[in-house]
């Protein structure tokens, strides 16, 4: 994976691209930038819904709010990273508002396929019992992984849709010169 230029050599590949790109386009990027983006808006909407309603926001005791603050905050912080993207990103230079626009459109679509996310601890705890519902790998990371993949999957049309950028295809060999 293309992680940037700092990173690339830190894990030893030199040689890798053709560019001097440290951070725009690359994995990097994205991790940071989507995941940070993501837990600003969960923690904002969640402190939301507590200042309102004066208890935590729990899916077991409102589901409804849940799965709305589900589609709220990773729609919101999906927009949000595109915003940054769009604006900041020197490869959309001539056309950040049409990135703006395709990325909030994207966000939205992928967005609604990710109702399930509060449904999977749930289910995790009906199949493997109370104690993997309820731990780290069954409440957070398999839901948030599994809302990714289908807000990205279904979504998002990126540098990264079809699986690989030109600096990746070229370290697996893949990379073919257009002339």
């Known amino acids: 994976m293309d992680y940037g230029l700092t990173i690339n050599k830190l894990l030893g590949r030199n040689d890798v691209g053709d560019n001097d790109n440290y951070f725009w386009g690359t994995r990097t990027e994205h991790i940071i930038g989507v995941a940070g983006c993501l837990a ?3 923690h ?4 939301l819904f507590k200042s309102i309603y004066k208890k935590e926001l729990c899916f077991a005791k409102s589901p409804t709010a849940f799965v709305a603050h589900t589609f709220f905050f990773i729609f919101t912080g999906v927009t949000l ?3 940054g993207d769009s604006l900041l990103n020197p490869a959309h230079e001539s056309k950040r508002y049409q990135e703006f626009k395709d990325g909030t459109y994207a966000s939205y679509v992928g967005s609604n396929t990710a109702w399930f996310e509060p449904f999977v601890p749930v289910l995790v705890t009906k199949f493997a019992g109370p104690v993997a519902g309820a731990s780290w790998l069954g409440s957070s990371l398999l839901p948030a992984t599994l809302a990714y993949a289908t807000v990205k999957g279904v979504g998002w049309n990126d540098w990264g849709n079809s699986g690989l950028n030109n600096t990746e295809m ?3 060999g893949l990379y073919v010169e257009k002339k």
Do not use: C, E, L, R
Not at 44 to 47: D, I, V
């Open 40 to 42: 600003i808006t969960d």
């Open 44 to 47: 904002t909407s969640q402190s």
């Open 81 to 83: 990273y595109v915003a």
């Open 170 to 172: 070229k370290m697996n």
